[in-house]
C-alpha cells in the first residue's frame, strides 16, 4: 500500500476563515479535495482577530507557545486549531496565532486608509517560521509543504537555510504556487536582517530584486516545484515583462518544473442547486426559476425589472487587474445599450468614484455596492444574465466559472485562465458557453457585449448558451489529482 502523504498546505487566506480574493477560495477547497483523495492535508494560517473563533470552534493547542527571533527582538507565538469534516474524515486547520501582528482591522491593508500595514514582512516573516516551528510542535513531519504567493514564498528558502540540517525536515519538498504574480512582496533591503536568513541569499539569483527583497522570488527560485493556476498563465508568465513582472527570466529558467494547473470550483459552495444565499434555487432541469433571483437581485439594487432587459453583474476587487479602466473607456457607448450593470467591488478609490459617477448618471440602469458581501456575490451570480470579467491579466479567475453553472454568461477577455475556461459562442453551431474578446480594447469590448445582447434578444439561442454553461464541470476532481501526482513524483521512490 503506497504511503499516505503528510501535506501541510500554507496560505494567507483561506475560505470560510479570512478572504480578501480567490485565493481564499483555492485555500479553502483543494485541501478538501486532497483530503478526499487520503491525502493527510493540513492547513496553516495566521490567525486573524476577524475570524470568529466560537463559530468555527477555534480552541488552543495547549503548550504550543514557541517563540521567533526577528531581527533583534523575540516574538512569542502559539497555536491553535479546528478541524473540517470532509466527507467523514477530518481535516486540522492550525492558525498561527500573535496578537500583534494579527489583530488588525484587515488582512494586509489597513482598511481605514486603503494603505499596506507598516509591518507586512515582519507579519509574514513570523507567519512563515511560525508554520516551520508549529509543525515541529505538533510532531507531525510533512512531506510536502505546499505553499502559496509571496506571503508564504521564505518557507521553502527558510528550509534550505536555516532548517537545511534539521533531520525533522530532512525529507520535506515544496511546491510553491503562483496565484497572481503582480503582488510579489517586496520590500526594503533594510528589513532583511528580521529573516535571519544569511545575507548570501540576497543575490541576483536568490531574493534580491533590484536592490530590495522579493518574496515571490523566493516562492520561485528555492522551492522544488512551482505551479500556477491555469496552462495559459504558466505561459504568458514567462513570455513578457506585461506578464512577468520582472520575474519572465527567473520563471523562464525553472520552465521544467513549472506546471499549469486550472483552479477548480467547490460546487457544493458556488451552485445555484445548493446555494443558500440566494431567495430561489435552481438548476438546468428549471432554469425558468432563475428569473425570481434576478428579481430579489434588481430589488435589492434598486433598479426596475425587466424580464428583457439582460442585466450584467460584476464582483472585483477594485484594482488595475480587472479592467476597470476598460470598463470606463467603453461606458458611454456601453450605457447606451438596453442593459443593466450590476457591481459588488471594493479597492482602489478612483474606481469606486467611477462607479459611483455612472450610477448617479444613470440611476435606472446601473447598481453599485462598494464593500465585500459573500452574500451578495452569490446573488448576483444567481440573478444575473451575463457576468463581466474584462481583465487585463487573470491568472485563473473563478468568478467565470460559478458563472457558467449559475447560467450566467460571461464575457470575458481571452487572457489567462479566461481563455482557458470559456468558450466562444458560435450563433451558427450554437456550441460554446460565452463571449470572449481579445485585444485590451473598449471597442473590442462593447462590440462583444453588442454580440451578446443580440443573442440574448434570442430566446432559443439564450436558453442554450445558458444550457451549455450549467454543463461544464470544472470541480476540483481533476485538478486535485494533477497535484496529488506532481506531490508524489516529488518524494524519492
Ligand atoms: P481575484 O482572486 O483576483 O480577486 P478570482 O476571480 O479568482 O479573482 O476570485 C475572486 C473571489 O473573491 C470570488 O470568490 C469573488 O466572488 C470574491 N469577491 C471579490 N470581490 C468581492 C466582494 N466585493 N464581495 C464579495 N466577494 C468578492
Ligand atoms: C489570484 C488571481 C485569480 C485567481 C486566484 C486564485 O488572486 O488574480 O485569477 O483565480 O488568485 O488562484
Known sequence: MPKKLNILFASSEV???????????????????????????????????????????????????????????????????????????QLTVYFIHNENYFDRGGLYVNPLNNFDYEDNFERFVFFSRGVLEATKII???????HTNDWQTGLIPLYLKTLYGNDPFFANTKTVFTIHNLAYQGIFEKSEFSKTGLPWDVFRIDG??????????????????????????YAKEICSSVEFGYGLEGVLAERKSNLFGILNGVDY??????????????YSGRNIGKKIVNKKALLEKYGLPFNENIPVIGMISRLADQKGLDLIEAAS????????QLVFLGAGDEKYQLFLERIKERNPEKVGVHIGFSNELAHLIEA?????????????????????????????????????????????????????????????????????????FSDKKSWLQIMKNGMKQDFSWKVSAKKYMELYKSLIPE
Open 383 to 455: 440573478g444575473s444574465d451575463m457576468f463581466l470579467m474584462p481583465s487585463r491579466y487573470e491568472p485563473c479567475g473563478l468568478n467565470q466559472m460559478y458563472s457558467l453553472k449559475y447560467g450566467t454568461a460571461p464575457i470575458v477577455r481571452a487572457t489567462g485562465g479566461l481563455e482557458d475556461s470559456i468558450e466562444q459562442y458560435n450563433s451558427e453551431t450554437k456550441l460554446g458557453t460565452g463571449f470572449k474578446f481579445y485585444d485590451y480594447d473598449k471597442n473590442e469590448l462593447s462590440k462583444t457585449v453588442r454580440f451578446a445582447l443580440e443573442v
Open 332 to 339: 458611454d457607448e456601453l450605457l447606451r445599450l438596453d442593459l
Open 268 to 281: 457544493s459552495v458556488w451552485s445555484p442547486l445548493n446555494d443558500d444565499f440566494i431567495p430561489q434555487k
Open 139 to 145: 510532531g507531525w513531519q510533512p512531506d510536502i509543504i
Open 15 to 89: 475560505e470560510p476563515f479570512a478572504k480578501t480574493g480567490g485565493l481564499a477560495d483555492v485555500s479553502g477547497s483543494l485541501p478538501k479535495e486532497i483530503r478526499k483523495l487520503n491525502g493527510d492535508i493540513r492547513i496553516f494560517l495566521p490567525h486573524y482577530s476577524t475570524i470568529d473563533s466560537a463559530k468555527y470552534n477555534i480552541k488552543d493547542l495547549p503548550n504550543s507557545e514557541f517563540e521567533i527571533q526577528i531581527g533583534s527582538n523575540k516574538i512569542k507565538g502559539k497555536i491553535k486549531l479546528t478541524s473540517l469534516n470532509v466527507n467523514g474524515k
Open 207 to 232: 531574493i534580491e530584486f533590484y536592490d530590495r527583497i522579493n518574496l515571490m522570488k523566493a516562492g520561485i527560485i528555492y522551492s522544488d516545484a512551482i505551479t500556477t493556476v491555469s496552462k495559459n
